[in-house]
């Protein structure tokens, strides 16, 4: 009696093929789990700030903000290179954010210059926290068309203003009216983040390019002066990236002007005087 194979059978498989397959989603696993645990020692450096701040050791807190923001950089690196970006390691890496980049550096404001201001200096510092989870919120949701710009500040560039000012000053400001630059350091950042206007995002370097040699020499360069001049070299990137929008958008305008006068001139002169023949 011959019987018609089912939907329910399955061509066996020999044990080398089934190894291989074995092999190969345990390896696929755990190239999903190395993102996500860079995105844990992000978190951790975000926790460690809060330890440090409330212990009154600033210099130290502010530290831990720069090492979350390159693990950050590196987490979604590893997942675009390795082709596992997946749902559970975005939220994953926007919760890590929220502590590491919202919580972790109003705390150490508040321990470096809001405290003396009171009420205002910590609501200052939740202003900062709710812009950056708003600014993390809309990212996840929002489909952006270019991806060479961000549609207002990263948390983590945001973050790293107040981080790196701690780390060049870390010694505090202990009265009400020298604190007041404080609440410049909490609430521009935090508008910025809620902002529309874009920011140069880095994720679509190609690094592969011929100007990858340049790229590698400006990097090379970046490390020399932070290894020389931290304080100084950190605060100058934190506050270039925070300015160069506005910079941005002053050379495009001063340069759509000169092109309407260079035009306008050109016209004036191709045209014939008035009352002549």
């Given at each position: 009696?011959?019987?018609?194979?089912?939907?329910?059978?399955?061509p066996?498989?020999?044990?080398?093929?089934?190894?291989?397959?074995?092999?190969?989603?345990r390896?696929?696993?755990?190239?999903y789990?190395?993102?996500?645990?860079?995105?844990?020692?992000?978190?951790?450096?975000g926790?460690?700030?809060?330890?440090?701040?409330?212990?009154?050791?600033?210099?130290?807190?502010?530290?831990?903000?720069?090492?979350?923001?390159?693990l950050?950089?590196?987490?979604g690196?590893?997942?675009r290179?390795?082709?596992?970006?997946?749902?559970?390691?975005?939220?994953f890496?926007?919760?890590?954010?929220?502590?590491?980049?919202?919580?972790?550096?109003?705390?150490?404001?508040?321990?470096?210059?809001?405290?003396?201001?009171?009420r205002?200096?910590?609501?200052?510092?939740?202003v900062?926290?709710?812009?950056?989870?708003?600014?993390?919120?809309?990212?996840?949701?929002?489909?952006?068309?270019?991806?060479?710009?961000?549609?207002?500040?990263p948390?983590?560039a945001?973050?790293?203003?107040?981080a790196?000012?701690?780390?060049?000053?870390?010694?505090g400001?202990?009265?009400?009216?020298?604190?007041?630059?404080?609440?410049?350091?909490?609430?521009?950042?935090?508008?910025?983040?809620?902002s529309?206007?874009?920011?140069?995002?880095?994720?679509?370097?190609?690094?592969q390019a011929?100007?990858?040699?340049?790229i590698?020499?400006?990097v090379a360069?970046?490390?020399?002066?932070?290894?020389?001049q931290?304080?100084?070299?950190?605060?100058?990137?934190?506050?270039?990236?925070?300015?160069?929008?506005f910079?941005?958008?002053?050379?495009?305008?001063?340069?759509?002007?000169?092109?309407?006068?260079e035009?306008?001139?050109?016209t004036?002169?191709?045209?014939?005087?008035?009352?002549?023949?």
């Amino acid at each position: 009696m011959h019987l018609e194979p089912g939907p329910e059978r399955r061509p066996l498989l020999n044990p080398l093929q089934r190894r291989t397959d074995m092999q190969r989603r345990r390896f696929r696993r755990g190239v999903y789990l190395l993102p996500s645990l860079f995105t844990l020692g992000n978190l951790f450096c975000g926790y460690a700030c809060v330890v440090y701040a409330m212990r009154g050791e600033l210099e130290t807190a502010a530290t831990f903000v720069g090492f979350a923001v390159v693990l950050d950089m590196l987490d979604g690196r590893i997942a675009r290179l390795t082709g596992t970006t997946s749902g559970f390691g975005r939220e994953f890496d926007s919760l890590a954010d929220v502590v590491s980049f919202g919580m972790a550096p109003a705390l150490l404001m508040f321990r470096w210059g809001l405290e003396p201001l009171g009420r205002l200096g910590w609501a200052a510092g939740f202003v900062f926290v709710t812009a950056g989870a708003i600014r993390l919120a809309r990212f996840n949701i929002q489909a952006s068309s270019d991806k060479r710009y961000f549609v207002g500040m990263p948390i983590p560039a945001a973050a790293a203003v107040p981080a790196s000012t701690v780390f060049m000053y870390p010694y505090g400001l202990h009265d009400y009216p020298s604190a007041l630059p404080a609440l410049v350091l909490m609430l521009v950042p935090a508008l910025l983040m809620v902002s529309t206007i874009r920011f140069r995002s880095f994720k679509t370097i190609d690094l592969q390019a011929r100007r990858s040699y340049t790229i590698l020499l400006a990097v090379a360069i970046g490390f020399l002066a932070i290894a020389t001049q931290p304080r100084w070299t950190l605060v100058v990137l934190a506050y270039t990236y925070l300015l160069s929008p506005f910079v941005g958008m002053a050379i495009t305008r001063f340069r759509r002007r000169g092109g309407k006068v260079e035009a306008s001139h050109q016209t004036s002169e191709g045209q014939p005087a008035k009352g002549k023949s």
